[in-house]
Structure formats: structure tokens, C-alpha cells
């Protein structure tokens, strides 16, 4: 047999397979997500995970050709297990900082967040009195390995006489702020009025802490399986563009309409209860997509329904 009618006998054997429905394999990525962390990380009744973060990785997946199996993960062992080969990605709400990225890669930045301060609507305090230790607790709570956490440190270090408990979840800190067992606790804004949604009887944002921090999916030093390019190509696909600016800052511009936009819409102009809903509605929409034309059809529903 020559070798030229050999080629053209695997190619059409090829394209038989494809044609019957055999499916070529992708890369698979195992994915650590702190859940529940709304608007960023969230979960239905029965199970299913979604929200901001984690909605568009899969966004990015089904553009970039992989696949995701997302993993509940505690916060502050992500980075860890990242490091050591257990999971491939980190989507969670990270802080792009110089001392993790001297421990893991990250992806272009997706988000831009500041840190709130959150008290109890009855406590008599502002911000500045429920971080200097003038509330009846004298304590101030964050989640264990996040950056509020080590901002409140870091005011410990200064000298200020307050006492900074760390938590495994924001909720439960929110939940201990609720119950008086503190005074205050940092978290990230969009997070934080996540909490008010929850009880907005109970607690208020007292203040903003402009720190201007970006978001970022993470992977191993030196992106060994080459999935930062995926991703970073993927955001820009969708709708997310990333420009430089002077003094290292870095402005993040989403195109209207795009399923970027629509995803943006959808957990940050609404409630987490009006989210949950919509998701539970459409989400077998991006579980089942293929295309990106799927994904945009699921960004635009989620929004549409999440924002009525």
C-alpha cells in the first residue's frame, strides 16, 4: 500500500469516527472553590455549584476546549493544594498580592474589589471605633488566609488594641458579627453586600477600604500544564479586556452585551436570593454548553431573569 493511499485512509477513517460521535478527549482540571462565598462562589439545594467565580471559569473552559471538575476547598489550603499537584486552578476570589505570586501563577486580573467593614446596625459604632477596639468584644473578624485578614494584622502590628479572629468562612464570621460575639469583620465589598442581603435587618457597611485589588484564577509556579494562556485568551473572548496603566494599576473594561457583561449583570446587579433562582432555571444551559454561542445564550437568560 503506498503511503499516500495510507493518509488518505486514516483521514477518512477519522472523519468517520467524528462523524459517528466519537469525541476527541480534552484536558481535564480539577478546580478548588471556597463555597459559599456569594456572590463569587455559591450552591443550589441539591448540590450544584455556581456564582460569579465559578460560572465563568466554565465560561472559559467551554471557549478555551477543557474541561472542569470543581472541588469545594477550604480557602486557605487552595493555594497549597495548587502548589502540591492536587488541584490545577484556584477560583476563588484571590487577591493577586507579590507574596502569593512568588508561590503560584496568575491569570490576567477579572475583578477590581475593595474591602468593606461591616458592623451591626445596633452597635453605636462607625468604622474607625469597631477597628480601634471601642466595641464591647474588642474583636474584629476575616477569613483565615484572605487579604482582610491580613489587613486587620496588620493594624495589630501598628498597635491598634484590637483582637483579630480568624475564620475558616466569611459566613460564619458574619454569622458571630450577628450574633455579638464581635464587633466588625472585613470582607470584600460585593461579598459583603451579600451579607446585608442575608440579614438586612441586622448589619451595615460602615465603611470602604480603597485597596484596590484585583482578582485573579491561579495555577502552579510556572504554569506547568500551559493553562494561563487558555484562560487569559478565553476572558477576552467573552467580553473582559485588560489594559495597563501608569503606576502599575490596571483597568478592566467589559464589552456591553457580551456574556462577560451579562454574567457581571447577573451577580452583581441583583440578590443573592434572585440569582439562585435564575440559576436553578438555566444553569443546565452552561453545564451543557459547547459553544460559546451557548454560553452567551446562558449569560443572557441568568441576567435577564436575575434582574427582573
Do not use: C, H
Not at 444553569?283 to 451543557?288: E, S
Amino acid at each position: 500500500m503506498s503511503r499516500k493511499l495510507l493518509v488518505v485512509l486514516m483521514v477518512v477513517t477519522l472523519a468517520g469516527l467524528v462523524g459517528a460521535g466519537t469525541a476527541i478527549a480534552k484536558d481535564t482540571y480539577k478546580v478548588g472553590s471556597d463555597i459559599p462565598w456569594a456572590p463569587f462562589e455559591m450552591e443550589t439545594t441539591d448540590g450544584k455549584y455556581f456564582g460569579f467565580d465559578i460560572d465563568t471559569m466554565r465560561a472559559i473552559a467551554v471557549v478555551a476546549g477543557f474541561d472542569l471538575v470543581v472541588e469545594k476547598t477550604a480557602f486557605d489550603s487552595i493555594i497549597m493544594s495548587v502548589k502540591s499537584g492536587l488541584i490545577d486552578l484556584g477560583v476563588s476570589g484571590f487577591t493577586i498580592t507579590p507574596e502569593r505570586e512568588a508561590v503560584v501563577d496568575f491569570s490576567n486580573p477579572y475583578y477590581l474589589s475593595q474591602q468593606a467593614i461591616v458592623i451591626r446596625s445596633d452597635s453605636g459604632l462607625n468604622a474607625i471605633t469597631a477597628l480601634i477596639g471601642k466595641g464591647p468584644t474588642k474583636a474584629v473578624g476575616a477569613q483565615d488566609g484572605t487579604t482582610g485578614f491580613g489587613w486587620l494584622e496588620a493594624l495589630v502590628s501598628a498597635g491598634v488594641p484590637v483582637e483579630v479572629k480568624g475564620y475558616s468562612t466569611y459566613p460564619l464570621a458574619i454569622l458571630d458579627l450577628v450574633n455579638k460575639r464581635i464587633d466588625a469583620v472585613v470582607q470584600d465589598e460585593p461579598a459583603s453586600l451579600a451579607s446585608l442581603a442575608a440579614f438586612p435587618n441586622d448589619i451595615v457597611v460602615a465603611g470602604i477600604i480603597n485597596t484596590n485589588e484585583y482578582f485573579g484564577f491561579l495555577v502552579a509556579d510556572k504554569d506547568p500544564k500551559g493553562i494561563l494562556p487558555k484562560i487569559n485568551a478565553a476572558m477576552v473572548t467573552l467580553g473582559l479586556k485588560v489594559t495597563e496603566q501608569p503606576g502599575g494599576l490596571q483597568e478592566l473594561t467589559i464589552t456591553p452585551g457580551s456574556a462577560w457583561d451579562n454574567l457581571y449583570k447577573a451577580y452583581f446587579a441583583s440578590t443573592p436570593e434572585k440569582v439562585t433562582a435564575a440559576f436553578v432555571k438555566y444553569g443546565n444551559l452552561l453545564l451543557n454548553a459547547k459553544t460559546l454561542e451557548d454560553v452567551a445564550a446562558y449569560a443572557s437568560a441568568l441576567a435577564t431573569e436575575a434582574t427582573k
